[in-house]
């Protein structure tokens, strides 16, 4: 079985070169469709994002070398330039001081060029006697322990609630101890906890509303833009195009 799709037809043009080495990685946690497994290791599929991601830069004309390594050490491998680029990050302003993101001409993000969205929720137990509550504004009952990865969009989002948490190195283990009653919600996108997953006894149910809209790309250095920008720009929209032709056709890239 392969995630591998077809990559949308683009006008032939000479594409910018290449920057040697180039080095892009991966989170390494689960994520479905666009990433799958946990660990260091690639799946056999290896995802959705792997795959676009190697096409795209096979039409470029790069080699380039693929890696997975948990969020903090993406962000600080990035920092000390040992990285070029992250597929499948979300976008919040902490890491926009940090990673560059596609920005339109007046400064602002360009979500335009995500790769995806996806809401960001809590999960419960269906069948829990007290599950918590949630209305878009509070959380009861207040001390309710939310699992989150280490990391994550969803564990900025859960500390700026102020919420009790409990951090696990992978979405798979969050998921885990909440079946084990040993948390009692967990804080996910939505995109990548399928329904067979929620209905997969003992259930999972969403608590409405969803906390916030993530959006994902594929950050670069900054150091990479500012001496290789036509290379980083036609990359951020060949791959948006190829993101969008799998995931969302409806939604064209600018």
């Not at 060949?238 to 600018?254: D, E, F, I, N, V």
């Amino acid at each position: 079985m392969s995630w591998l799709v077809g990559l949308p037809c683009v006008a032939q043009t000479s594409m910018p070169p290449c920057p040697q080495p180039l080095r892009v990685a991966f989170l390494n946690w689960d994520s479905p469709p666009l990433l799958m497994g946990n660990g260091a290791e690639f799946a056999d599929p290896p995802g959705l994002a792997v795959e676009l991601t190697r096409q795209v830069l096979a039409r470029m004309g790069c080699s380039p070398v693929f890696s997975r390594a948990p969020l903090r050490r993406l962000h600080r491998d990035l920092e000390l330039g040992e990285l070029d680029l992250v597929v499948g990050i979300g976008h919040s302003s902490e890491r926009a001081q940090h990673l560059a993101f596609p920005l339109r001409s007046d400064g602002s993000l360009n979500a335009r060029l995500a790769l995806a969205q996806a809401p960001v929720v809590l999960l419960v137990r269906q069948e829990a006697q007290t599950r918590p509550r949630w209305d878009g504004q509070k959380l009861l009952p207040r001390g309710a322990r939310i699992g989150v990865i280490q990391g994550s969009i969803e564990e900025t989002l859960a500390e700026q609630q102020g919420w009790t948490l409990e951090r696990s190195p992978h979405r798979e283990a969050s998921l885990t101890k909440l079946r084990r009653g040993l948390i009692d919600a967990v804080l996910t996108n939505l995109f990548s906890v399928s329904k067979a997953e929620r209905e997969r006894e003992p259930a999972l149910v969403v608590l409405e509303p969803p906390l916030h809209r993530a959006l994902y790309f594929a950050p670069v250095r900054p150091a990479l833009l500012k001496e290789h920008p036509a290379f980083v720009e036609a990359f951020w929209l060949r791959l948006c195009q190829a993101a969008r032709s799998a995931l969302a056709p409806q939604q064209p890239c600018q």
